[in-house]
């Protein structure tokens, strides 16, 4: 059965860094010390496995998973089971069993927080796994273009018609800045995220920038220390526990 705060991380689109944030989030929330398990239900393009450098599926004791293990996060993705990259049709009674078997099935221990990398959209796959999920702290990633956002939108109100309380916006690719200048090219534009705020009564808590890959920044996508988005990860990391903590406590304080 799974504890801690769940964190899902939805974007209304594909490619706009969803899965990058989910791994780069749970692995820097482990490096501050928290346990942390991170979910892979991104059904149409599980990366998770591929960034995470795991090469081999889940064993099994006694009809239980025990996940696996990387970076310090026990995981466990929708990859493991959809081999090879073959195409699958998800049927809601289908998928609804593989979320109930990830939820209950699999030995988590005692958990801190509980990443989840959503199935990107509104569509029938998203909108089953935000039910199956009875509720999450939801963090929204988009690309500053206005289309990107735009479609963001939607993605976010159908979280908060779901009993899913969004903690804010985080916007990749933001920028580019080369090593040897300060100056900030602002390649998809301006303002999506803030606009996106701003529509779903939430802020921007990242902003992340582009970075080209080059040798020993990823591994293979995982940003190491000394680079900036190590940085910008460490301190998304910390904003997000604060942000999870404030919450609980207003919650507790809530009149009856
Ligand atoms: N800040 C960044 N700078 C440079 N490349 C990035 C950045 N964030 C993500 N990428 C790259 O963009 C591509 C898409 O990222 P990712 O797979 O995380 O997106 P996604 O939203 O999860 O997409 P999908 O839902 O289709 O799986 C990947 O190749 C990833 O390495």
Do not use: C
């Amino acid at each position: 059965m799974l504890s801690g705060e769940i964190i899902s991380v939805i974007s209304g689109k594909g490619g706009v860094g969803k899965s990058t944030v989910s791994a780069n989030l749970a692995v820097s929330l482990a490096r501050q010390g928290h346990s942390v398990a991170l979910i892979d239900f991104d059904i149409y393009g599980s990366s998770i496995p591929k960034m995470m450098n795991i090469g081999f599926g889940p064993k099994s004791i006694n009809n239980k998973i025990v996940p696996v293990e990387s970076h310090g996060v026990t995981i466990m993705s929708m990859g493991f089971i959809v081999k090879n990259n073959d195409p699958v049709v998800w049927r809601g009674p289908m998928l609804g069993k593989v979320v109930e078997q990830f939820i209950n099935d699999v030995i988590w221990g005692k958990l801190d927080y509980v990443v989840i990398d959503m199935p990107p959209g509104t569509g029938d796959v998203a909108m089953d796994v935000n039910r199956l999920i009875p509720s999450s702290y939801q963090i929204l990633v988009t690309t500053p273009h206005p289309t990107a956002s735009h479609v963001a939108e939607r993605a976010g109100k159908m979280a908060t018609n779901n009993n899913h309380d969004i903690l804010g916006v985080v916007e990749n690719m933001s920028y580019f800045q080369p090593p040897e200048d300060d100056t900030k090219y602002y390649i998809f534009g301006k303002g999506g995220s803030e606009h996106l705020a701003l529509a779903l009564e939430t802020e921007v808590i990242a902003k992340l920038p582009i970075i080209a890959p080059k040798e020993g920044d990823f591994e293979p996508s995982i940003y190491r220390k000394g680079t900036l988005l190590f940085d910008k990860y460490n301190e998304l990391a910390e904003k997000v526990v604060d942000l999870i903590r404030n919450k609980n406590s207003r919650s507790v304080q809530k009149p009856v």
